[in-house]
């Protein structure tokens, strides 16, 4: 069974709307941790965050949000006033205390900002 | 934040060479590296994980006679790919990791694209 689902394949947004990329996990796992990546046309992949299963506060980094909600396993990520720049894939990550470091990739969101 | 270097960038090269791919971590100790491969307009499915100073883990359905995994320190892991055939054509993407525990970060490298002609 698919441990990360990514529903949304490819979203478009004009420049300046906010946008929210949906991740849902699946873990049996009671310490478990969650990370999202952004992949550029240029290939590599960013780290932008990682959150812990003990930790359900919500976070901001400048145009970056997540929220993390156990009640329905997910752990979703909204870009507020979208730039081009934004334009990219963008991966959710589940590692599992038990299984180490290990990451299980949900199949990625393709993100394309129109000016 | 933490680099991971991967080399070469880029890769042309003909049907039944062998090719070797790079990758290093320059400013940690990595204990752990992966091996991604990405085909196109998909997810990163993991080939291997390698653990400095012991041999590597391959998943199911990968060849580890085919794709030949080094870590012999804990800055450097190298994937061989060997007798590559265009089927292997794919970009590649290592990762590394600080230790085997639950919830470390991985740090990738910026990919490398083979093409086999």
């Known amino acids: 069974a698919q441990k990360v689902t990514q529903a949304q394949t490819e979203i478009s947004v004009v420049e300046k709307e906010d946008v929210t990329l949906d991740c849902v996990y699946e873990?049996?796992?009671?310490?478990?941790?969650l990370f999202w990546y952004k992949q550029p046309p240029s290939g590599e992949l960013v780290f932008l965050i990682r959150?812990?299963?003990?930790?359900?506060q919500n976070e901001i980094s400048g145009r970056y949000s997540w929220n993390f909600q156990k009640s329905t396993s997910s752990f979703n990520f909204t870009i507020t006033a979208s730039q081009v720049v934004d334009s990219a894939v963008y991966f959710c990550?589940?590692?599992?205390?038990?299984?180490?470091?290990?990451?299980?990739f949900g199949t990625g969101t393709s993100l394309t900002v129109i000016p | 934040g933490a680099v991971v270097s991967q080399h070469p960038s880029r890769v042309i090269c003909k049907s039944g060479t062998s090719v070797k791919i790079e990758c290093r971590s320059l400013?940690?100790?990595?204990?752990?590296m992966f091996w991604y491969r990405q085909f196109p307009k998909q997810s990163l499915m993991l080939m291997a994980t390698?653990?400095?100073?012991?041999?590597?883990?391959?998943e199911q359905g990968v060849e580890k006679d085919k794709f030949l995994i080094n870590h012999a320190s804990l800055t450097l892991s190298t994937l061989t790919v060997t007798s590559a055939h265009p089927e292997d054509s794919s970009f590649y993407i290592c990762?590394?990791?600080?230790?085997?525990?639950?919830?470390?970060?991985?740090?990738f490298g910026d990919g490398t694209r083979l093409s086999i002609l």
């Open positions: 990762s590394a990791s600080r230790n085997r525990e639950g919830g470390q970060p991985q740090h």
């Open positions: 873990t049996r796992d009671t310490t478990y941790y």
């Open positions: 959150r812990n299963s003990f930790d359900e």
């Open positions: 990550a589940l590692s599992e205390a038990v299984t180490g470091n290990q990451f299980y």
């Open positions: 400013d940690f100790q990595a204990t752990t």
């Open positions: 390698s653990n400095e100073g012991s041999k590597a883990t391959y």
